[in-house]
């Protein structure tokens, strides 16, 4: 009887452990997941917990002029904020653009001065891209910008060690509209866009005709899978 209580013990004791370890196993995937993006400060964000309900859109502008009033009308009728990645010259030559924009309540956001491809430079040049940039904007809208996308997603791990010293977070994309090719009709990209996952990604676009009469679908779209639209700052807070 004494050994069969024993028995009784042991096996009680060790489905306890397994218990426990198999919790903890599992919240350690769960914090992993939704921490990913934090564990590399110099690593650029592309997307956070794919159990997010929130999406970021970007848009990322060096020209498309023409286009940025309708697309500016799609947000305001939906009622969603996006964060504009600009560069430097295009500001400097554009600022009411720049006012018009930010007076809409959209986030602004660093594309480098002259549209450089940013692993093919130098530390100082680097730095200039970025830190020009920033001078500009803040000279127009009076804000220092926080995100730096890099022209075309081209950077190197001295890219991301510059923008990080002058206290940028590297932004990429977890889909893109591919916009700027031939043949991208709203179509072509509302099929890019809608057959990838949405939670907790960024999408990347352009002032493109194209894609200012393919926007309205995507949004409606997205917002139907409950997940709510926003700018960069929405998706990492």
Known sequence: ?????????RLYTGFIIIVMLCAGILLWRSLAKSTLWYTNENEPIRNVDPESNKFAITCNVDWGNEVIPDILKTLEEENVKITFFVTGRWASNNPEILKEIYSHGHEIGNHGYSH???????RETNRMEIKKTEEVIESIL??????????????NELTLEV?????????????????WKEGSTAQVILDRVLKKPHKG?????????????????????????????????????
């Open 1 to 9: 009887m004494k050994i069969l209580v024993i028995s009784k013990r």
């Open 116 to 122: 450089k491809m940013h692993s093919k430079i130098d």
């Open 142 to 155: 009076g804000i220092k910008t926080h995100y730096f996308a890099p022209p075309s997603g081209d950077f």
């Open 163 to 179: 923008a990080q010293e002058l206290g940028y977070k590297t932004i990429l994309w977890s889909v893109d509209t591919i916009d």
């Open 201 to 237: 990604g960024i999408l990347l676009m352009h002032p493109k005709p194209e894609t200012a009469k393919a926007l309205p679908v995507i949004i409606k779209n997205i917002k139907k899978e409950n997940i709510q639209l926003g700018t960069v700052s929405d998706l990492l807070n």
